[in-house]
């Protein structure tokens, strides 16, 4: 049976100049299998994939385990375009917990068991990986996508609002192609890690219930948590 996997990782540290200093690395473990960029070919098989750059709809499911200052497992849907993307989590009992809609600059959330609405500061508490990436990238992940600025460390140096943490990413094959399909966030500073795993996902499908807004009824969370 044949194994590909890719790993990359991400690391920012600062120097005594307080310059950073990233490392990003690139490993392929293989069996007897030639990789490329749509087409994997071995004696007698050519798989041509198919172009996700012309899907306009994803939708998959997975689940996200915190560790560190904040413990536990929250299990999630999403449906996704190129623009926009909307989560719903639940606790393992099945409960609906939060319900999260970003697009590519910008991140709204719901406490649904509170009925409470976010604000910024209480939101980078709950998932402080939004501090060393954008909304949209989070949205490439959901796609199966390394975003775009992190495949360039001169693009990450230019970045002032970068701090001390890792990100790994981990890519296995599929009918689509190989695919980003776990996201691993150590936050160094806030001794938190956030590990992301996708379980599947759909192309040109939807779930509509998940495509609305939060609603104005919803009263902000004034404090942090």
């Known amino acids: 049976m044949r194994l590909i996997k890719k790993i990359f990782d991400l690391k920012i540290k600062p120097t005594l100049n307080n310059k950073l200093i990233i490392t990003l690395s690139l490993i392929v473990i293989h069996g007897c299998a030639f990789v490329s960029k749509r087409t994997i070919e071995n004696e007698k098989v050519i798989r041509i994939y198919p172009d996700l750059s012309q899907k306009k709809y994803c939708r998959g499911r997975g689940y996200v385990i915190s560790e560190g200052n904040m413990r536990g497992r929250l299990n999630f849907t999403f449906t996704s375009t190129k623009e926009a993307s909307y989560l719903e989590f ?125 609603p104005q009824s919803v009263m902000p969370i004034k404090e942090s948590l």
């Open 90 to 214: 639940r606790d393992i009992l099945g409960r609906k917990t939060l319900f999260l809609t970003f697009s590519s600059n910008s991140v709204d959330a719901w406490d649904i068991r509170n009925n409470r609405r976010y604000d910024k500061e209480s939101l980078l508490i709950i998932f402080p990986f939004f501090e060393i990436i954008k909304p949209g990238d989070l949205t490439s992940f959901l796609w199966g996508e390394i975003p775009k600025i992190l495949k360039d460390p001169d693009n990450i140096v230019s970045e002032e609002k970068m701090t001390n943490g890792e990100i790994q990413f981990s890519s296995t094959q599929t009918e689509n192609g190989i695919l980003v399909s776990y996201v691993s966030f150590n936050l160094i500073d806030e001794n938190e890690t956030i590990n992301l795993r996708i379980e599947n996902r759909e192309f040109d499908l939807q779930y509509p219930h998940l495509i609305r807004k939060i």
